[in-house]
């Protein structure tokens, strides 16, 4: 109630321990062509061994993204990775004349799909992968009966004959480009019902198409009913399936992780690129406003000045950043050598300095720059390449002997010379544009009078301080009171805070100067006092 009418006691909480939160800095992003996995979703992998469980292996001819995302993977440990598609589709086990394969995208899209003429199974996700694929379903009536040698040798996989109206589903990597052995059991499940509705003892579903499809990572069941009758084991050889690469990788970044309210991404790898393509990617990070996004040179590129002509067409913007790495990297996968982009590396800096530093420091040098896993590269730039590139915002990958392959700059593509244009101060303040503002979510529909002003400089204050002494910023000041919040300002339902920041500045260049004296001559002398 809002007043007492009558004597008595009415007790109200006021919070005001707000403080300013912490915010991520280290998490990558990568659309790409990869094998397998789903399509059109963004899926959190935390290492190299989680991205090929969820993605697939490289194959000699689809490598570039993956490898791309596992040079990130060396440093940091959160990368959202989003799988493009052209007109590929996924295997499936049906056999009518005229059927056409369907392309199942992630469980939301197999969800909304009416499905004909696909068989009894389809691929759980499209590419020429699923090819590999084979389900047999040995039944009641064939166990023991089924003398076929293939038969005896599956129904070796359980202890004892389904019950009637069941079946045991084996799940197999017929060719072998799965796991490298052909005929290797990838799952099994025993006992499942062809009934709909059929109950396990502890309430949970038996019923076949409930079961594959809720934890089967290889196959979703398809538009044709299992048979639980039959005196010999069912196979199902998928085929199909093929693989077709999105025609625009760079397209992908902006319906991926264009939305930065969804979706928190800091670190946006765009790999070996083409200019116009690099300009794509770069305006999804400028767009956002809270994260970077990184590009290398295309492939092709074999040296400074073709790396120059590149980024000569690159918008200005110190939400990107480019680097001359095109490098040589060892695909343990297929035993062979690969040249990719850096840009992966050069992201997984950055998550690593966040790690070892904080995101306001620069990822380059010999302290934090040195890259990891890298044969060779394209071009090694010499001093002169060097400065012709950082002239041009590229920030040269550089090999110097017995101290490794740096990254031996640390410039935004901003052309405009500013603060911004050095990587640690536009992470500094994407750093305090996040969570500064989502801080001052709280402070919408509150009223704009001294207490909430107060309130919020208290709230910003504190936080400040602290960046100031882990080195981000060398002096702030908070203004937000009469002087910036007139009587318009109120009137109209708006809030003024102005935030003046001194950003920390990287060493770039290093002068020393050595003087020889005489003997007989006193330092002060020289130096002064």
Known sequence: MAFLVSPGVEVKEIDLTSVVPAVSTSIGAVAGHFRWGPVEEVVTVGSEKELVNKFGEPSATIYNDFLNAASFLQYGNNLKVYRGVGAAVNADSGTDSGDANVLVKNEDHYDSLTLTGTGEFIAKYPGALGNSLKVVVIKNTSWGVDSDAASVSWQGQFDIAPDAGEVHVLVLDEDGDISGSANTVLEKFANLSVTAGAKNDDGSSKYINDVINRTSKWVWVGSDAVSATGTDDDEFTLSGGTDVAPSSVAALYSSAFGDSETLDVNLIIGGAVSSTDANTIIAVAAARKDCVAFVSPPIATADAAATKTWADSINSSSYGVLDSGVIYVYDKYNDAYRWIGNAGN?????????????????????????????????????????????????????????????????????????????????????????????????????????????????????????????RGITDFAVVCDETNNTGEVIDSNRFVADIFVKPARSINFITLNFIATRTGVEFSEVVGQ
Request: hydrophobic share 40%.
């Open 346 to 470: 050069t992201a997984g800096l950055c998550a690593y300095t966040d790690g070892v530093a904080d995101a306001w420091f620069s990822p380059a040098g010999f302290t934090r720059g040195v890259i990891r896993g890298v044969t060779k590269l394209k071009f090694n730039p010499t001093q002169a390449e060097r400065d012709t590139l950082y002239k041009a915002r590229v920030n040269p990958i550089a090999s110097f002997p017995g101290q490794g392959i740096v990254l031996y700059g640390d410039k935004t593509a901003q052309s405009k010379p500013s603060a911004f244009d050095r990587i640690n101060v536009r992470r500094l303040f994407i750093t305090m544009e996040k969570a500064i503002s989502t801080a001052a979510k709280f402070q919408l529909f509150e009223f704009n009078d001294e207490f909430t002003r107060a309130q919020f400089r208290n709230l910003v204050e504190p936080f400040l301080r602290d960046i100031q002494g882990r």
